[in-house]
């Protein structure tokens, strides 16, 4: 048969499925009434997966290809209940409630004290460029940052999450998924990192470099070229000040410019990071849910069961709407437990979008109703 006149036959078939498409769709209308009159969830997983089961069985060969299918179909069918039943009240009155407060970054945040981790720190630097008028508090390590938040002590956080050699901070996002505090605000900070020691130490008199584990990581080429110890610290900054505290000849930092000269250390060599494009990404967070205006980047974290298919359920909405995914993190649920069966995972997502566009916030909404322990972590800023 000829390439034409199999495209006749798609067409013909085609003709056919999209009237009986429109005709399933009207049927998810009427049962989302019933579900309203009934006070029903809107998501059956029994149902769901009766149905999976039953078209997998009917397909034969194409048993894969009829799942995905009718897995879209059946997401499609309850993006349709959710825009009926007004699906995640409580989070869209969260969220209205925040887009009526809205100001540029700047108002949102005035006279608001900022704590980050270690003075000299890339942090600092990173606070100082989203805050440059600000007064910032030092804390010793990322848990402290919250605990500052949750206190009251500080209004807003500086935080690393990703650096473009060493990949994800483990560590923040996992505080990220504890707390869920709300983002207000992103940046990326170019990060050199510099050798440092105290006065009349060189090259060879060094057996030991301390830093935070992601610097050792950026770095590590040079600390192995040099036959040097790496040693693990709470971040580059405090590192610094306890060489300069020691001062021992034997012991280097790898470090900041700007924190070597700040604990009067002496830079033995700049530059010596694996990446000359080396960059760490920031995000600034802040207790209660605030959005800047211009806003273009949102976040979320959610639990989802350990089993085949429903991160893809997940996802496949975003690809719905046309919003593009750029971060996707998972950890295993702090309440987990050991049968591997039953563990659920946190998700972290970061997209593009604005809650200002009614259908993105009615897609936050849905699964805000879907997920278990969903957090709308915020819709900011990225410098």
């Not at 499609?76 to 009240?89: I, P």
């Not at 605000?185 to 992601?214: D, E, I, N, Y």
């Not at 995914?325 to 309440?335: C, F, G, N, Q, V």
Request: proline residues 3%; hydrophobic residues 40%; glycine residues 4%.
């Amino acid at each position: 048969m000829l390439l034409s006149e199999i495209r006749k036959q798609i067409d013909a078939i085609d003709s056919q499925l999209l009237p009986l498409f429109v005709e399933r769709m009207r049927c998810a209308e009427q049962v989302a009434r019933n579900k309203m009159e009934q006070n029903l969830p809107i998501f059956n997983e029994q149902r769901e997966n009766q149905i999976l089961d039953k078209v997998g069985s009917n397909a034969g060969d194409f048993d894969t290809e009829a799942k995905m299918l009718y897995t879209v179909m059946m997401s499609l069918s309850r993006m349709r209940q959710h825009k009926m039943m007004h699906s995640g009240t409580a989070a869209r009155e969260k969220i209205e409630s925040a887009l009526q407060n809205s100001a540029p970054l700047d108002g949102l945040t005035k006279g608001k004290t900022v704590a980050c981790v270690g003075s000299g720190s890339y942090a600092n630097e990173a606070a100082v460029t989203l805050f440059p008028d600000r007064e910032i508090h030092f804390q010793s390590s990322h848990n402290e940052v919250f605990h500052a938040l949750e206190q009251g002590s500080s209004d807003i956080g500086i935080l690393p999450v990703e650096n473009s050699s060493a990949g994800s901070v483990a560590e923040v996002y996992d505080l990220i998924m504890q707390y869920r505090f709300s983002i207000i605000a992103a940046t990326t900070v170019q990060v050199r990192h510099c050798l440092a020691a105290p006065r009349g130490a060189t090259l060879k008199t060094l057996h030991t470099v301390t830093s935070h584990p992601q610097a050792l990581s950026q770095c590590s080429e040079f600390i192995r070229e040099n036959g040097y110890q790496p040693i693990q610290y709470a971040n580059t900054a405090l590192a610094a000040k306890k060489i300069a505290e020691i001062n021992d000849c034997t012991c280097g930092v790898v470090c900041s410019e700007l924190a070597a000269e700040q604990y009067g250390l002496q830079i033995l060599q700049k530059n010596i990071q694996n990446n000359m494009h080396n960059r760490t990404r920031f995000v600034a967070i802040k207790k209660e849910l605030s959005i800047p205006k211009e806003a273009d980047k949102i976040s979320l974290c959610f639990s989802l069961d350990h089993k085949t298919g429903s991160l893809y359920s997940v996802l496949g909405r975003f690809a719905m709407h046309g919003l593009n995914l750029t971060k996707i993190e998972s950890r295993p649920a702090r309440a987990a437990v050991s049968d591997l069966d039953d563990f659920q995972y946190d998700f972290y997502l970061d997209f593009s979008g604005s809650v200002s566009d009614e259908k993105t916030l009615d897609l936050i909404c849905e699964l805000s109703s879907e997920l278990n322990n969903f957090s709308f972590l915020g819709n900011y800023v990225e410098k």
